[in-house]
Nanobody, 124 residues
Framework: QVQLVESGGDMVQPGGSLRLSCAAS????????MGWVRQGPGKGPEWVSV????????YYVDSVKGRFTISRDNAKNTLYLQMNSLKSEDTALYYC?????????????????WGQGTQVTVSS
């Protein structure tokens, strides 16, 4: 059974940092493209970042480039998102997503392939 469990969300002040984790089970994380999706208050879900399975290439949406870093620990079967210089507009529920094969910033993966989410709130 495929399962994704996110953790690490919290409330931080603008300029602060957080590291989100996503523990995967039921499949080998390194064999599929993985990513992070977020949904802010009153907004639709949006892409944040992706890491490709084979190449390890990483991709970021413009709003988080230079501030967020996606990574994975294959031994722990865990995906991470290091978030620095957080802004109020980063406030959202963050989901880990099993993509399969990333083809660009098109449609998001099915909700069936997301975790339950972890809340990040950036506020002074």
């Amino acid at each position: 059974q495929v399962q994704l469990v996110e953790s690490g969300g919290d409330m931080v002040q603008p300029g602060g940092s957080l590291r989100l984790s996503c523990a995967a089970s039921g499949f080998t994380l390194s064999r599929v493209d993985m990513g992070w999706v977020r949904q802010g208050p009153g907004k639709g879900p949006e892409w944040v970042s992706v890491v490709e399975a084979g190449t390890g290439f990483t991709y970021y949406v413009d709003s988080v480039k230079g501030r967020f870093t996606i990574s994975r620990d294959n031994a722990k079967n865990t995906l991470y998102l290091q978030m620095n210089s957080l802004k109020s507009e980063d406030t959202a529920l963050y989901y880990c997503a099993r993509i399969g094969r990333f083809l660009g910033w098109g449609p998001l993966p099915s909700r069936d392939d997301w975790g339950q989410g972890t809340q990040v709130t950036v506020s002074s």
